[in-house]
C-alpha cells in the first residue's frame, strides 16, 4: 500500500512538474512560436490569395480578348493586361490582323458588304496599312522586351505582317527585309517558320505583281466621246445565229 501511494505521489509530482515546465514555456517563448506560426499561416493564405488573383486576371484577359472585335478594342485590352503574360502583344497582333482582313477584303472592320459605308476607300486603305504596321511593330517590340524563347513566335508572327504590309504598299524590299528576319529569328527552334519565310522570298516578285491594280490605260474606253453602251435587242440576236454560207449553199426545193 506504502508502495502505491509512493508511486502516485511520484507521478502527480512528475505531472505537476510538466506542467509548470509547460506554463513557463509558454511564458518566456510560447508567444514567439505562436506569432511565428501565425505568420506562416497569413503567408500562405497571402500566396493562395495572390495566386487565385491572377487566374481571375488572366481570365478575365482572355475573356476581353476574345470578346473585342475592333482594333480600338484590341487596343484597350493591351493597355488594361500589359502586365498579364502575352496578352498585350497577342492583342496588338489581332488588331494589326483586323485591319489587314480589311484591306483585302475592302472592307471596315466588323461591316458586311450590303452595309452603307463599308466600303474603304484609298485614303482608308492608306491608312489603315500604316496603322496596321504600327500594331505589328509595337507586338515585336514588346516580344523583343520580354525576351526568351516564348517571345520569338510572337516576334515571327509580327514580323510576317508587316511583311505582308509592305508587299500590300509595294514596298518590296521592306518585304525582304522583314522575311530574312523571320529566318534569323526562327533558326534553330523552329525551322517550319524559315521554310515559310523562304518560300515567300521566292516568290514575293509573283506576289506583288498579281496584287497590282489595272492601271487607266489598261481599262477599255469608248472608241467614241459620249459613246454608251447599247443592249441588243431580240432581233440582233436572232441574226447572230443566222449561217450566210449555209443560206448560200441550200439547194432548192424540186418542183
Not at 509592305?166 to 521554310?195: C, K, N, Q, W, Y
Not at 521566292?202 to 469608248?222: C, F, G, K, W, Y
Request: glycine letters at 8%.
Amino acid at each position: 500500500m506504502d508502495d502505491r501511494l509512493k508511486e502516485v505521489q511520484t507521478t502527480d509530482l512528475t505531472d505537476s512538474r510538466v506542467n509548470h515546465d509547460f506554463v513557463d514555456w509558454l511564458k518566456t517563448k510560447g508567444m514567439n512560436w505562436l506569432l511565428a506560426i501565425l505568420l506562416i499561416a497569413c503567408a500562405f493564405l497571402g500566396w493562395d490569395w495572390y495566386k487565385r488573383k491572377q487566374i481571375a486576371e488572366k481570365d478575365q484577359a482572355w475573356a476581353e480578348l476574345e470578346a473585342a472585335t475592333s482594333p480600338a478594342a484590341y487596343q484597350g485590352v493591351a493597355t488594361t493586361h500589359k502586365d498579364t503574360g502575352a496578352i498585350a502583344e497577342i492583342a496588338m497582333l489581332q488588331a494589326g490582323d483586323s485591319l489587314l482582313r480589311s484591306v483585302l477584303t475592302g472592307l471596315k472592320p466588323g461591316m458586311t458588304a450590303d452595309a452603307e459605308g463599308s466600303a474603304l476607300t484609298p485614303e482608308e486603305r492608306t491608312t489603315y496599312l500604316e496603322d496596321a504596321d504600327g500594331f505589328y511593330e509595337q507586338a515585336g517590340t514588346m516580344a523583343a522586351r520580354r525576351g526568351g524563347l516564348p517571345a520569338k513566335p510572337i516576334g515571327m508572327a509580327s514580323l510576317f505582317g508587316r511583311a505582308a504590309i509592305a508587299e500590300a504598299s509595294g514596298r518590296i524590299g521592306d518585304a525582304r527585309t522583314h522575311l530574312e528576319a523571320v529566318i534569323t529569328m526562327s533558326e534553330p527552334e523552329f525551322p517550319v517558320f524559315a521554310d515559310q519565310a523562304r518560300a515567300r522570298l521566292a516568290n514575293i516578285d509573283a506576289v506583288v505583281a498579281s496584287s497590282e491594280l489595272p492601271s487607266t490605260t489598261m481599262i477599255h474606253r469608248p472608241s467614241e466621246e459620249g459613246e454608251a453602251y447599247t443592249a441588243p435587242t431580240a432581233e440582233g440576236l436572232l441574226e447572230l445565229f443566222d449561217d450566210p454560207a449555209n443560206d448560200a449553199g441550200e439547194e432548192p426545193a424540186a418542183p
